[in-house]
């Protein structure tokens, strides 16, 4: 047996089996909610931006992604979802800027709102994606009804389990859920051993992503061309790549708290989203149709063609993007941050591969996603593994693992993309 060393503390106990095993039913219910909810949404966004961005305009006789129709869309959904910030009961929830994924227990009167904002969003074009605020639904109604049905259980279970649900249902795996959980429970004080403290979210986790996996078949591998043995070449590049996209990811968190300023001069929904709303016409415009939408269905568009864009397209891609991330995320369209940092990531790295054709299409889109992401999210775990489940090579996971060093060096404790209520950025 392992002898106790003088000073250090007691190994934490383990949790009994019996105690675990009750939190097992109540895990896979709100898994597949949660799940289903995320589906939900996102199917009916998914019908709705059918028929904005085709049959509307279809019928109009206006091209599709014209610079008129960009305008005119971008300005509408921001005048929807305007009115629903403005009249929704608790106005949509709080101002999204202020919002992680580490989502607050709402009212349950909120979320309607929350989640009609969210799908106004998702299918209207910002930069945005859905899982902060599906995470905020989910963990208010997870909360709301696990009190009334299970209310000896302990009122911080219910979020958990929601949070853990969702992300595993939005990766269509519970790893991504368990890492997030791993490095949330590292900064708070906990009992008993980790496995013990992931067991239900990790039950929660698996519940969602197989519900997603059953129904909507999701795949985040890119598709990429082959990426074999690393080398000394594929090393630097992926050291480079990383850390100037973490870099670009630094300037638009350092731009976050100035650009949220100046819209919260506005103040009133009806004049800050509208007014976004064009701002993201004029970038569409700017940076072409792909950069508009959360951005996954577009990533596998540049991912098809490594080639088929010269470096000054990527580029203007890449920071059309990021302008578009920061604007969407500081007026006040209900969103996430991951999934267009993604196409961010992705394009700074196809810009590297059609600058410096030695650099791997693999390897630049990997790193140049892991970089951002450690910027955007400063969740490593999460950066990681979204960085290497696009490529889905097992040989890129060392060139990541040593890329994130330098690149976490660049921005750890300096703000992030994430405000306090007075406007200031959490650090």
């Known amino acids: 047996m392992a002898q106790e060393t003088p000073g250090q503390a007691p190994p934490a106990p383990a949790t009994p089996a ?20 995320l589906l939900g949404v996102s199917e009916a966004a998914e019908a709705l931006q059918d028929v904005l961005w085709g049959d509307l305009p279809d019928a109009l006789g206006v091209g599709r992604y014209s610079v008129l129709w ?22 949509a929830g709080p101002d ?63 979020p ?50 197989m519900t997603v996996n059953l129904v909507a078949e999701p795949s985040f591998d890119l598709d990429l061309p082959a990426f074999g043995r690393p080398g000394w070449v594929d090393l630097l590049a992926a050291l480079v790549v990383a850390s100037a996209a973490a870099l670009l990811g ?42 508009l939408f959360k951005g996954l269905d577009e990533v596998g568009e540049l991912a098809a063609d ?38 961010v990531g992705a394009a700074l790295g196809l810009t590297a591969h059609a600058l410096v054709s030695d650099v791997h299409p693999a390897v630049g889109v990997s790193a140049g996603v ?6 955007i999210t400063r969740q490593g775990w999460v950066s ?3 960085a290497a489940v696009l490529v889905a090579s097992p040989s890129i996971i060392a060139l990541l693992c040593i890329a994130s060093l330098p690149a976490w060096l660049l921005v750890t404790g300096r703000p992030q993309m994430q405000l306090r209520a007075d406007g200031t950025p959490v650090r």
């Open 384 to 386: 990681l593994f979204t």
């Open 250 to 291: 630094m300037a638009a968190v350092h731009a976050f708290p100035h650009v949220h300023a100046v819209f919260r001069r506005l103040r009133h929904p009806m004049v800050a989203l509208p007014v976004g709303g064009v701002v993201l016409g004029l970038l569409g415009a700017l940076g072409g149709h792909l950069t």
């Open 70 to 91: 960009m305008l005119v869309m971008l300005t509408a959904t921001g005048i929807a979802v305007g009115l629903v910030v403005w009249k929704a009961p608790g106005h």
């Open 306 to 343: 490594p080639d088929g864009w010269t470096a000054g397209e990527f580029a203007t891609m890449t920071v059309v993007k990021l302008a578009a991330l920061v604007v969407a995320a500081s007026c006040g369209f209900r969103g996430g941050r991951i999934f267009p940092a993604v196409f």
């Open 96 to 158: 999204p800027a202020t919002i992680g994924l580490d989502a607050p227990v709402l009212p349950l009167s909120v979320l309607p709102g929350l989640a009609l904002a969210t799908a106004l969003m998702l299918a209207g074009g910002p930069s945005l994606g859905p899982e902060n605020p599906i995470i905020a639904v989910n963990v208010g109604l997870a909360y709301w009804l696990g009190h009334r049905l299970v209310p000896r259980a302990p009122g911080r279970l219910w």
């Open 370 to 375: 892991l970089g951002v992401l450690l910027a």
């Open 160 to 209: 958990m389990l929601a949070e853990a649900a969702t992300i595993g249902a939005l990766f269509g795996t519970p790893v991504a859920a368990a890492l997030l959980l791993s490095e949330a429970l590292a900064t708070r004080e906990t009992r008993g051993a980790l496995w013990d403290n992931v067991f239900a979210p990790l039950v929660s986790a698996a519940a969602g992503a």
């Open 18 to 37: 019996r105690m675990l095993l009750p939190s097992i039913l109540p895990a896979l219910a709100v898994g597949v909610m949660a799940s289903l909810l």
